[in-house]
């Protein structure tokens, strides 16, 4: 969620009435809403407020990912789903570690994957793009199943399979490879850091739709087609 703070209660310190924040929240589906002050950041100036609403969990989630890989300047992962909203934070936040980074993606979205700012795009849906991988480093995974067997094959012995959906099937398959499952967590940094590399156009959130909070159930029902642009709800 994103807004400006009406009211504070007992004890907050940090922030104050007027203040425009943002947040990984609950029950946001609302004109008003309590946030804890613990999950909460003020926005950057200059970023949009209600477009700031798209970036919590989908940034912070591709940040953290990203970290769980331990990729360093140098080295090489493939960011797995890198033209979703997680990947394209994943892959924003190795580039500015300085490593070489793959998108892979469908066949289908190879144009769009020569727009996240990769060194590479790789149809990950197809057997031959994958067996001609170079040796990972890292994987950062957002899409399992299949793919997420395939790419594990590709790992470095001693390379990281960092994933937010779960430990590839055949995991056990490759016991030199490290299995990190990412559970995204609020951090205000991090949120902060991402935020400005979105204002200062660094890295990009597709938003397809912004409705009114009365158009909730149309909102919920087109998040559910599974579409890359994010979908707001403007109270």
């Given at each position: ?29 609302a ?86 700012g ?25 899409v ?7 790419l ?84």
């Amino acid at each position: 969620m994103a807004g400006t703070v009406v009211k504070l209660g007992p004890g907050v310190e940090g922030f104050f009435v007027g203040d425009q924040v943002f947040a990984m929240a609950d029950n946001t589906y609302a004109e008003l809403c309590v946030v804890k002050a613990a999950v909460l950041a003020k926005v950057p100036g200059g970023l949009d407020l209600i477009e700031a609403a798209a970036l919590p969990l989908v940034t912070v989630t591709g940040n953290q990912l990203l970290a769980a890989t331990g990729i360093k300047a140098g080295q090489t992962v493939l960011v797995a789903g890198a033209v979703g909203n997680v990947g394209r934070s994943a892959v924003f936040t190795a580039k500015d570690r300085g490593a070489t980074v793959i998108a892979g993606v469908l066949k289908r979205q190879t144009d769009e994957a020569n727009t996240v700012g990769a060194d590479q795009v790789a149809a990950t849906d197809g057997d031959t793009a994958i067996a001609t991988l170079p040796p990972l480093d890292a994987v950062a995974d957002t899409v399992d199943g299949t793919t997420a067997e395939k790419l594990i094959a590709r790992v470095k012995p001693g390379g990281v399979f960092a994933s937010v959906v779960g430990a590839p099937r055949n995991a056990a398959q490759y016991p030199s490879v490290k299995v990190a499952p990412v559970f995204s967590r609020f951090d205000r940094k991090t949120l902060e850091y991402m935020a400005e590399a979105v204002r200062d156009g660094k890295l990009v959130i597709p938003i397809s739709e912004k409705l009114p909070l009365s158009e909730a159930a149309a909102a919920q029902a087109a998040a559910e087609k599974r579409g890359i642009g994010k979908i707001l709800l403007v109270a």
